[in-house]
Nanobody, 125 residues
Framework: QVQLVESGGDSVQAGGSLRLSCAAS????????AGWFRKRPGKEREGVAI???????RYEDSIEGRFHISQDNVKNLLYLQMNSLTPEDTGMYYC???????????????????WGQGTLVTVSS
């Protein structure tokens, strides 16, 4: 049974940085698409970043280069490095993994089958 477990969420001040991690069991990162999504207060869930099996990454436009998705194929971890955080980044962040897609053109939730429980990021001004 595939399980994704996020960690690294915390409370930080605006301008700070956080690195989120996602550990997988019964699933190997690097073979299929994986990504990060978030649910901000009062907003719909939205894609943040994805990484394809070939390592190509794509980001939601509003991220504007502040976040970086990566994966460690040795440790089997997915990361989201978040810099220059603002209060607008506050929300629950979810790790997601595809069932069988090696490519995914955008952070589209429809590409992903497995989901973690989320880790909370709070950014104060």
């Amino acid at each position: 049974q595939v399980q994704l477990v996020e960690s690294g969420g915390d409370s930080v001040q605006a301008g700070g940085s956080l690195r989120l991690s996602c550990a997988a069991s019964s699933y190997t990162f690097g073979e299929r698409c994986a990504g990060w999504f978030r649910k901000r207060p009062g907003k719909e869930r939205e894609g943040v970043a994805i990484i394809q099996a070939d390592g190509v990454t794509r980001y939601e436009d509003s991220i504007e280069g502040r976040f970086h998705i990566s994966q460690d194929n040795v440790k089997n971890l997915l990361y989201l490095q978040m810099n220059s955080l603002t209060p607008e980044d506050t929300g629950m962040y979810y790790c997601a993994a595809s069932l069988n897609r090696r490519t995914c053109n955008s952070p589209n939730a429809g590409y992903f089958y497995y989901w973690g429980q989320g880790t909370l990021v709070t950014v104060s001004s």
